[in-house]
T-cell receptor
Framework: GESVGLHLPTLSVQEGDNSIINCAYS??????FIWYKQESGKGPQFIID?????DKRQGQRVTVLLNKTVKHLSLQIAATQPGDSAVYFC????????????????FGKGTLLTVNP | NAGVTQTPKFQVLKTGQSMTLQCAQD?????MYWYRQDPGMGLRLIYY???????DKGEVPNGYNVSRLNKREFSLRLESAAPSQTSVYFC???????????FGSGTQLSVL
């Protein structure tokens, strides 16, 4: 099946800078996308999600942008802090039906974000 | 409200040994999932349970079995552990009508 991929495996930024983590997907049928943050030794933690009928969604210090034309997703983190250092995963749901067995969340391999003080 | 709880956090097995990884959620979620995470491979789905009483294979089910004991609990069993099953295992759950997964803190398993 199709899978989600990432442009860069690692990203290093200075504290206070903005971070942009990119994600490419190949399944045009995917209509839901989600970003997770995983700190060392912990499970993935939900950050933000977006449906395919939207181009942009904002949260606290985070923004997700979706470009369906080129099948590209990005996560922007404003004023990056040391606590943002983690692996970030994007994932896509390939099926619209979220009610049961048709649900299939496929994860990318992740990008390691390092924030330098 | 603890969310998704996994036990144990760490485990070392010898090849051929068996063990069960436990998972429980207190969010009244219908669906539960088991993933494994390997370096450079991302999260891969082993088995899932869309609702109490049902289980289905995911992407990498070989060598594993699962039991949906009740709505809260979903266990993963390795009948005869192999070194290729060395990994970090995550349990997750999802509520009805939602597409958001909630994850446990993981079990780090080493098979020697």
């Amino acid at each position: 099946g199709e899978s989600v991929g990432l442009h860069l495996p690692t990203l290093s930024v200075q504290e206070g800078d903005n971070s942009i983590i990119n994600c490419a997907y190949s399944n045009s049928a995917s209509d839901y996308f989600i970003w997770y943050k995983q700190e060392s030794g912990k499970g993935p933690q939900f950050i933000i999600d977006i449906r395919s009928n939207m181009d942009k969604r904002q949260g606290q210090r985070v923004t997700v942008l979706l470009n369906k034309t080129v099948k590209h997703l990005s996560l922007q983190i404003a004023a990056t802090q040391p606590g943002d250092s983690a692996v970030y995963f994007c994932a896509e749901n390939e099926e619209r039906n979220s009610g049961g067995s048709n649900y299939k969340l496929t994860f990318g391999k992740g990008t390691l974000l390092t924030v330098n003080p | 409200n603890a969310g998704v709880t996994q036990t144990p956090k760490f485990q070392v097995l010898k090849t051929g040994q068996s063990m069960t990884l436990q998972c429980a959620q207190d969010m009244n979620h219908n669906s539960m999932y088991w993933y494994r995470q390997d370096p450079g491979m991302g999260l891969r789905l082993i088995y899932y349970s869309a609702s109490e009483g049902t289980t289905d294979k995911g992407e990498v089910p070989n060598g594993y079995n699962v039991s949906r004991l009740n709505k809260r609990e979903f266990s993963l069993r390795l009948e005869s552990a192999a070194p290729s099953q060395t990994s970090v295992y995550f349990c997750a759950s999802r509520g009805q009508g939602s597409e958001k997964l909630f994850f446990g803190s993981g079990t780090q398993l080493s098979v020697l």
